[in-house]
């Protein structure tokens, strides 16, 4: 297979950079670091080691972090084609796929019934995520037949299917995925309220979203507001208008996308000749290039156009997204080197301290040790309490807010005309009235819950979020004032650097952890948070916006008047129209305000659940880090009094040995600063 068929993308990415390399050595060093201390002290075999083990989750998670690509846009724009084509081949043959582009079922019709995640797999697999947070492994051949749309159900029908599942993730052997990147397939960000409300969250925790036009009619006014939406500070948008039926590309057609997209929307020039993939405008036939990568037809590929995509996507991942992937695991690497400071810091102390005077004192603090060993506790209760108050309180509102919504859902009918209703001929469409009354409806309350879900619910969980952390930080600061009273205690001194490093207290990197995990800006907290999409955004607390999803007809039964009321209201109106559309209004109404009533309850279960999955993902990784950081003080206070008791020469030696290791963890710290240096350099 040639280059192009190949994939210039799949090539480079695959490559890697020094600067994850780099960043692996120092982590793996300090872990040996870490590891070896344990080893000089009796009974290392039976004790963890919370800080190596941590060092060692975040190297393993750096070798396997991936860039993350959102394709997003209408139904039938072709998103899975392009991926298909995208994904560069398979590392070797899969047989279920009976020579097939790829694992995404591509048709005329709307396919994608839910957003699907593909990362590397030697292995094909598919996992079903449900919104409940539970999973079921589905095989390919499966996943092949039942995950598309079906064209001769209903919008309603389809989304009932699906009803539970939010997302795929599709393990594949694609070339491109093997290179460190996860790919994503959206459905139609017109297909569902629902679905494209995830679509959307799943983006802003991507590294790149390529929104696909159809160029049969491109770059409407809605689509592109859709395709601006995804952008922000953090994701890089790149715009791909998709050739259909052999479209030639000419200066006509050139002048009309930019000045759609670029003049029109964005304030840009006029189009003068101006090169669009240098402003994230690509025209790729994705047909071609999908069909000519499974070809193996250098000629078709190239001709697709799909290589100077490929090319500034390369460029794009691993100049600017690359360096921020890194910083993300050094800065944890740093954190913890402290860690290991201090802890040689403190076996030194006891090395140097009169044997019989430490050995009296540590039996003196040994209780608190214990004590301190279950401050963990207090934080798990800290974040418990804010749930269980953000839970009465988004209930609360949750009540009022349908109490709202049956209140004003006749006044809403009253400001809209049912198209369906008038005329002489309504008594033979009875079933289009029906229809037409439930539509809108179902959009009003849709709307109303929607709102309520993504503004004040979103708000609560927000303020509940800064609440705990400032608890958690007075807790903090209360368990490193403990931390140096012990150590006072025991040597008469608190646990300093010789100088040659700048020494983090365990306060402050217990502090940073929590932040990070809590406001997603990790450069802590490595090695936590929930599957799928969520996992992309960087932090489970930056799904706050996308916490409460009570919304809709995926998770409420939608309200249906029935074809009698509408049928008995046109036939007592036979004879003329006054009034009609009126009484019909008012029967749906009517119909409409018990069955919303009805709803309440599934809908405070969802909440719950909803506030519950928001919690405990947090809770579970910051009592984690708490309990893990605590265990390592713990320990190394142990171990120092566990020091005290060599022989003068055991302690001579082992001080020189302390002190190279030292060296060594400045040396280790160092090279993760010039990694984060070079990497804003980049």
Same mark, same amino acid.
């Given at each position: 297979?040639?280059?192009?068929?190949?994939?210039?993308?799949?090539?480079?990415?695959?490559?890697?950079?020094?600067?994850?390399?780099?960043?692996?050595?120092?982590?793996?060093?300090?872990?040996?670091?870490?590891?070896?201390?344990?080893?000089?002290?009796?009974?290392?075999?039976?004790?963890?080691?919370?800080?190596?083990?941590?060092?060692?989750?975040?190297?393993?998670?750096?070798?396997?972090?991936?860039?993350?690509?959102?394709?997003?846009?209408?139904?039938?724009?072709?998103?899975?084609?392009?991926?298909?084509?995208?994904?560069?081949?398979?590392?070797?043959?899969?047989?279920?796929?009976?020579?097939?582009?790829?694992?995404?079922?591509?048709?005329?019709?709307?396919?994608?019934? $839910?957003?699907?995640?593909?990362?590397?797999?030697?292995?094909?697999?598919?996992?079903?995520?449900?919104?409940?947070?539970?999973?079921?492994?589905?095989?390919?051949?499966?996943?092949?037949?039942?995950?598309?749309?079906?064209?001769?159900?209903?919008?309603?029908?389809?989304?009932?299917?699906?009803?539970?599942?939010?997302?795929?993730?599709?393990?594949?052997?694609?070339?491109?995925?093997?290179?460190?990147?996860?790919?994503?397939?959206?459905?139609?960000?017109?297909?569902?309220?629902?679905?494209?409300?995830?679509?959307?969250?799943?983006?802003?925790?991507?590294?790149?979203?390529?929104?696909?036009?159809?160029?049969?009619?491109?770059?409407?006014?809605?689509? =592109?507001?859709?395709?601006?939406?995804?952008?922000?500070?953090?994701?890089?948008?790149?715009? =791909? $208008?998709?050739?259909?039926?052999?479209?030639?590309?000419? @200066?006509?057609?050139?002048?009309?996308?930019?000045?759609?997209?670029?003049?029109?929307?964005?304030?840009?020039?006029?189009?003068?000749?101006?090169?669009?993939?240098?402003? *994230?405008?690509?025209?790729?036939?994705?047909?071609?290039?999908?069909?000519?990568?499974?070809?193996?037809?250098?000629?078709? =590929?190239?001709?697709?156009?799909?290589?100077?995509?490929?090319?500034?996507?390369?460029?794009?991942?691993?100049?600017?997204?690359?360096?921020?992937?890194?910083?993300?695991?050094? &800065?944890?690497?740093?954190?913890?080197?402290?860690?290991?400071?201090?802890?040689?810091?403190?076996?030194?102390?006891?090395?140097?301290?009169?044997?019989?005077?430490?050995?009296?004192?540590?039996?003196?603090?040994?209780?608190?040790?214990?004590?301190?060993?279950?401050?963990?506790?207090?934080?798990?209760?800290?974040? /418990?309490?804010?749930?269980?108050?953000?839970?009465?309180?988004?209930?609360?509102?949750?009540?009022?807010?349908?109490?709202?919504?049956?209140?004003?859902? %006749?006044?809403? #009918?009253?400001?809209?005309?049912?198209?369906?209703?008038?005329?002489?001929?309504?008594?033979?469409?009875?079933?289009?009235?029906?229809?037409?009354? /439930?539509?809108?409806?179902?959009?009003?309350?849709?709307?109303?819950?929607?709102?309520?879900?993504?503004?004040?619910?979103?708000?609560?969980? %927000?303020?509940?979020?800064?609440?705990?952390?400032?608890?958690?930080?007075?807790? $903090?600061?209360?368990?490193?004032?403990?931390?140096?009273?012990?150590?006072?205690?025991?040597?008469?001194?608190?646990?300093?650097? /010789?100088?040659? &490093? @700048?020494?983090?207290?365990?306060?402050?990197?217990?502090?940073?952890?929590?932040?990070?995990?809590?406001?997603?800006?990790?450069?802590? *907290?490595?090695?936590? &948070?929930?599957?799928?999409?969520?996992?992309?955004?960087?932090?489970?607390?930056?799904?706050? *916006?996308?916490?409460?999803?009570?919304?809709?007809?995926?998770?409420?039964?939608?309200?249906?008047?029935?074809?009698?009321?509408?049928?008995?209201?046109?036939?007592?109106?036979?004879?003329?129209?006054?009034?009609?559309?009126?009484?019909?209004?008012? #029967?749906?109404?009517?119909? %409409?305000?018990?069955?919303?009533?009805?709803?309440?309850?599934?809908?405070?279960?969802?909440?719950?659940?909803?506030?519950?999955?928001?919690?405990?993902?947090?809770?579970?990784?910051?009592?984690?880090?708490?309990?893990?950081?605590?265990?390592?003080?713990?320990?190394?206070?142990?171990?120092?009094?566990?020091?005290?008791?060599?022989?003068?020469?055991?302690?001579?030696?082992?001080?020189?040995?302390?002190?190279?290791?030292? /060296?060594?963890?400045?040396?280790?710290?160092?090279?993760?600063?010039?990694?984060?240096?070079?990497?804003?350099?980049?």
């Amino acid at each position: 297979m040639s280059d192009t068929t190949r994939s210039m993308l799949a090539d480079q990415l695959a490559a890697g950079g020094p600067l994850r390399d780099e960043t692996r050595q120092a982590l793996t060093g300090l872990a040996e670091i870490s590891d070896w201390l344990t080893t000089m002290t009796p009974s290392a075999e039976e004790r963890e080691n919370p800080t190596a083990k941590r060092l060692r989750d975040a190297e393993r998670e750096l070798a396997h972090d991936d860039f993350k690509l959102m394709v997003m846009g209408r139904f039938s724009s072709g998103k899975s084609t392009l991926l298909n084509a995208l994904m560069a081949g398979v590392t070797h043959p899969v047989e279920a796929m009976a020579g097939a582009a790829g694992p995404l079922p591509v048709d005329e019709l709307p396919s994608t019934a $839910v957003l699907a995640g593909i990362r590397y797999s030697e292995t094909p697999y598919v996992t079903a995520r449900r919104s409940d947070g539970t999973e079921e492994r589905w095989t390919l051949d499966r996943y092949l037949r039942e995950s598309m749309l079906d064209g001769s159900q209903t919008k309603s029908e389809n989304l009932q299917r699906f009803l539970d599942i939010e997302e795929f993730e599709i393990g594949y052997p694609s070339r491109l995925c093997q290179g460190n990147v996860m790919l994503y397939d959206s459905p139609g960000t017109d297909e569902a309220p629902e679905r494209t409300d995830i679509t959307r969250r799943a983006a802003a925790g991507c590294d790149a979203a390529i929104v696909v036009f159809s160029s049969n009619a491109p770059l409407g006014e809605r689509e =592109v507001d859709d395709a601006l939406a995804a952008a922000n500070e953090k994701v890089q948008l790149f715009v =791909v $208008v998709n050739m259909f039926d052999g479209k030639v590309a000419d @200066e006509k057609f050139k002048a009309y996308v930019w000045n759609k997209y670029i003049h029109e929307r964005q304030a840009g020039d006029r189009y003068a000749g101006q090169d669009l993939a240098q402003h *994230g405008l690509y025209l790729i036939d994705a047909r071609a290039a999908e069909q000519g990568r499974a070809r193996g037809d250098e000629a078709q =590929v190239e001709a697709s156009g799909i290589l100077a995509l490929e090319r500034r996507l390369a460029e794009y991942l691993l100049t600017e997204r690359l360096g921020q992937h890194v910083r993300r695991f050094a &800065g944890h690497g740093l954190l913890l080197s402290h860690d290991v400071e201090r802890r040689i810091n403190r076996l030194r102390s006891g090395l140097e301290t009169e044997r019989g005077e430490l050995r009296e004192k540590y039996l003196q603090i040994r209780p608190r040790l214990l004590d301190l060993r279950r401050r963990g506790d207090r934080v798990a209760r800290i974040i /418990d309490d804010q749930k269980l108050r953000s839970a009465a309180a988004l209930q609360a509102g949750l009540l009022e807010n349908e109490r709202s919504i049956r209140d004003g859902l %006749a006044g809403h #009918l009253e400001t809209v005309s049912l198209k369906t209703a008038a005329g002489f001929a309504r008594i033979f469409r009875t079933t289009k009235i029906q229809q037409e009354a /439930d539509e809108v409806i179902n959009a009003f309350v849709d709307s109303r819950r929607r709102e309520w879900s993504h503004t004040v619910a979103a708000n609560r969980l %927000a303020r509940a979020r800064e609440t705990m952390v400032e608890d958690l930080t007075a807790e $903090v600061r209360a368990i490193e004032a403990e931390v140096e009273d012990i150590q006072f205690q025991l040597t008469g001194e608190t646990v300093g650097t /010789d100088g040659r &490093g @700048e020494l983090i207290g365990i306060g402050e990197r217990i502090t940073s952890t929590i932040i990070g995990i809590a406001f997603g800006n990790l450069t802590a *907290g490595i090695g936590g &948070g929930v599957g799928g999409y969520r996992s992309a955004l960087g932090g489970v607390a930056a799904t706050v *916006g996308a916490a409460v999803v009570i919304v809709g007809m995926g998770l409420t039964a939608p309200v249906a008047i029935p074809l009698a009321l509408i049928a008995g209201a046109v036939g007592a109106q036979a004879a003329g129209n006054i009034g009609l559309e009126k009484r019909i209004k008012k #029967l749906a109404a009517d119909h %409409a305000v018990p069955h919303l009533t009805s709803q309440v309850e599934a809908l405070q279960r969802n909440l719950h659940s909803d506030v519950e999955r928001y919690f405990q993902p947090l809770a579970e990784q910051i009592t984690a880090e708490v309990t893990a950081a605590l265990e390592a003080e713990a320990q190394s206070i142990d171990e120092q009094a566990a020091m005290n008791e060599r022989s003068q020469e055991e302690k001579e030696k082992t001080l020189g040995d302390l002190s190279r290791a030292f /060296d060594a963890v400045l040396t280790h710290r160092k090279q993760l600063d010039d990694t984060v240096a070079a990497s804003h350099q980049i």
